[in-house]
């Protein structure tokens, strides 16, 4: 399939594209869901599975309750978290403020921000 440049896509044209794709896809991976589903093999590793899942998350919980320094771990990660949401939204208004975006870190390495857009339905 020959597809249009760039500049001659509308954007319609390509979500269009797209949705065609993401359902095709969302049929075969239900296909694959079925196949795996019928299999008396992959029933019994997923049971397996999930049942070392649950004696890792059990030794985790255990571990992480019996120190005090790992507790500071959940603290670290909404802490990370919030700056990562704080330092893109400080790019962003840099970027519509035609300001140069770029970050130096402590080795003189400079980063650039990739932006990139997602649609959600109304």
């Known amino acids: 399939m ?3 440049s760039f500049a ?3 954007l319609n044209e ?3 594209r797209l949705d065609k794709a993401k359902k095709k896809r969302k049929e ?3 296909m694959l869901k079925d196949e795996l589903s019928a299999n008396v093999r992959y029933q019994e590793i997923q049971e397996e599975a999930k049942a070392l899942r649950e004696e890792k998350k059990g030794i985790e919980m255990e571990i992480r309750s019996g120190s005090g320094e790992l507790s500071e771990l959940d603290e670290l990660k909404i802490e990370i978290s919030t700056d990562q949401e704080l330092i893109s939204d400080i790019a962003l208004n840099m970027y519509v403020n035609k300001e140069t975006v770029e970050i130096v870190d402590e080795n003189d390495e400079k980063w650039y921000p990739q932006f990139k857009v997602t649609f959600k339905k109304e």
């Open 28 to 30: 075969l991976n239900k």
């Open 14 to 16: 390509v979500y269009k």
């Open 2 to 4: 020959i597809r249009k």
């Open 8 to 10: 001659m896509q509308t």
